[in-house]
């Protein structure tokens, strides 16, 4: 799917939400799902993170696995983790959870953080 493709919904009169994503096809749907969840993270993450920072999240489709990359400040960086790690694995869960159920995986990945050190 191009970059250039456009997704429209028609509202359908008495139709709910769930409904009308039926009316996509598979693909559009998870580039819609793509795109809600990158305004989900960029919401809860500037209720959270201080106010003058500056916030970019960016999905990255993969074979099976859908890459969403969270950017911020250095000094965000605990604001973004949370306590023992408790914020940025609730986001983790929420995004899988969502993902999963429309048949594919997700990965949020943030920055300054090694992996290895787990």
């Known amino acids: 799917m191009s970059d250039e493709t456009k997704i429209q919904i028609v509202k359908i009169k008495g139709r709910k939400a769930s409904e009308e994503l039926e009316v996509l096809d598979n693909e559009e749907?998870?580039?819609l799902?793509?795109?809600?969840?990158?305004?989900l993270l960029?919401?809860?993450l500037s209720n959270i993170l201080p106010?003058?920072?500056?916030l970019s999240i960016e999905f990255h489709v993969a074979e099976r696995t859908t890459i969403?990359?969270?950017?911020?400040?250095?000094d965000s960086y605990g604001h973004l983790v949370g306590r023992g790690g408790q914020?940025?694995?609730s986001l983790r869960r929420i995004t899988t959870?969502?993902?999963m159920k429309n048949g594919f995986r997700s990965v949020i990945e943030i920055p300054y953080f090694n992996n290895s050190s787990r």
């Open 29 to 31: 749907r998870k580039t």
């Open 33 to 39: 799902l793509r795109q809600e969840i990158c305004a």
């Open 42 to 44: 960029k919401t809860i």
């Open 51 to 54: 106010e003058d920072e500056k």
């Open 68 to 74: 969403f990359k969270i950017d911020c400040r250095q």
């Open 87 to 89: 914020t940025i694995e």
């Open 97 to 99: 959870t969502m993902t």
